[in-house]
């Protein structure tokens, strides 16, 4: 069984900064996209950003400038490094990754537990 686990969040200034991690662990083959979710109450969740296994990112526009994602293969973590964090970036962060687990043909979706973010003076 393979599973995500996050780590990194809480409570934060506003224009203050964290660092999410999300490894995952089990029989794993390989791992595709990975990536960062959020959502907040009321909300839907929604993308953060994304990075593929080559290093190519994706964003959600209004966190561009401010977010960086990034990965490192070898450990099969993603992170989330978050700075100039505003009130509205409060929500739960969700890590998500496409994993082919070992003797399995095909990526499956997982998810992490989720960490919650709150940006609050």
């Not at 490894?23 to 794993?28: D, H, K, P, R």
């Not at 966190?63 to 978050?82: C, E, H, P």
Request: aromatic share 10%; hydrophobic share 30%; glycine share 12%.
């Amino acid at each position: 069984q393979v599973q995500l686990v996050e780590s990194g969040g809480g409570l934060v200034q506003p224009g203050g900064s964290l660092r999410l991690s999300c490894a995952a662990s089990g029989y794993i083959f390989s791992i595709n996209t990975m990536g960062w979710y959020r959502q907040a109450p009321g909300k839907e969740r929604e993308r953060v950003a994304a990075i593929t296994r080559g290093g190519s990112t994706n964003y959600k526009d209004s966190v561009k400038g401010r977010f960086t994602i990034s990965r490192d293969n070898a450990k099969n973590t993603v992170y989330l490094q978050m700075t100039s964090l505003k009130p509205e970036d409060t929500a739960v962060y969700y890590c998500h990754a496409e994993v082919r687990g070992s003797g399995d043909y095909v990526y499956i979706n997982y998810w992490g537990q989720g960490t919650q973010v709150t940006v609050s003076s």
